[in-house]
Protein backbone atom coordinates (compact mmCIF):
# COMPACT_ATOMS: atom_id res chain seq x y z
CA UNK A 1 0.00 0.00 0.00
CA UNK A 2 1.63 3.20 -1.33
CA UNK A 3 -0.06 6.77 0.48
CA UNK A 4 -0.79 8.94 -2.62
CA UNK A 5 -2.29 11.80 -0.87
CA UNK A 6 -3.03 13.45 2.00
CA UNK A 7 -0.52 14.73 4.99
CA UNK A 8 2.08 13.07 5.72
CA UNK A 9 1.72 13.16 9.41
CA UNK A 10 -1.23 12.47 12.13
CA UNK A 11 -4.98 11.04 11.43
CA UNK A 12 -5.86 13.58 8.01
CA UNK A 13 -7.39 12.70 5.53
CA UNK A 14 -5.31 10.46 2.76
CA UNK A 15 -5.28 7.90 -0.04
CA UNK A 16 -3.87 5.13 -0.27
CA UNK A 17 -3.58 3.33 -3.74
CA UNK A 18 -3.25 -0.82 -3.18
CA UNK A 19 -1.34 -3.50 -5.20
CA UNK A 20 -4.94 -5.16 -6.32
CA UNK A 21 -5.78 -2.29 -8.60
CA UNK A 22 -7.68 -0.15 -5.45
CA UNK A 23 -7.81 2.85 -3.49
CA UNK A 24 -8.15 3.14 0.32
CA UNK A 25 -9.64 6.46 1.77
CA UNK A 26 -9.16 7.74 5.42
CA UNK A 27 -11.02 10.54 6.44
CA UNK A 28 -13.66 11.31 9.46
CA UNK A 29 -16.21 8.83 9.61
CA UNK A 30 -20.31 9.78 9.18
CA UNK A 31 -22.32 8.58 12.01
CA UNK A 32 -25.67 10.64 10.66
CA UNK A 33 -26.08 8.49 7.61
CA UNK A 34 -27.51 4.89 8.29
CA UNK A 35 -24.98 2.13 6.77
CA UNK A 36 -25.51 -1.82 6.65
CA UNK A 37 -22.61 -3.04 9.78
CA UNK A 38 -20.32 -4.03 7.50
CA UNK A 39 -19.56 -0.60 5.59
CA UNK A 40 -18.26 2.81 6.94
CA UNK A 41 -19.12 6.03 5.33
CA UNK A 42 -16.52 8.66 5.38
CA UNK A 43 -16.00 12.22 4.35
CA UNK A 44 -13.02 13.87 2.84
CA UNK A 45 -12.07 17.15 1.02
CA UNK A 46 -12.48 16.81 -2.34
CA UNK A 47 -9.04 18.04 -3.01
CA UNK A 48 -8.26 14.95 -1.76
CA UNK A 49 -9.49 12.42 -4.56
CA UNK A 50 -8.97 15.45 -7.40
CA UNK A 51 -7.43 13.91 -10.18
CA UNK A 52 -6.97 10.45 -9.52
Given at each position: ??Q??G???G?????FA????????????????P??EH??V???PV?I?QG?
Open positions: MKIRCENGCPKVTDRGTFLVQGATVVSMTPETIEVEIL
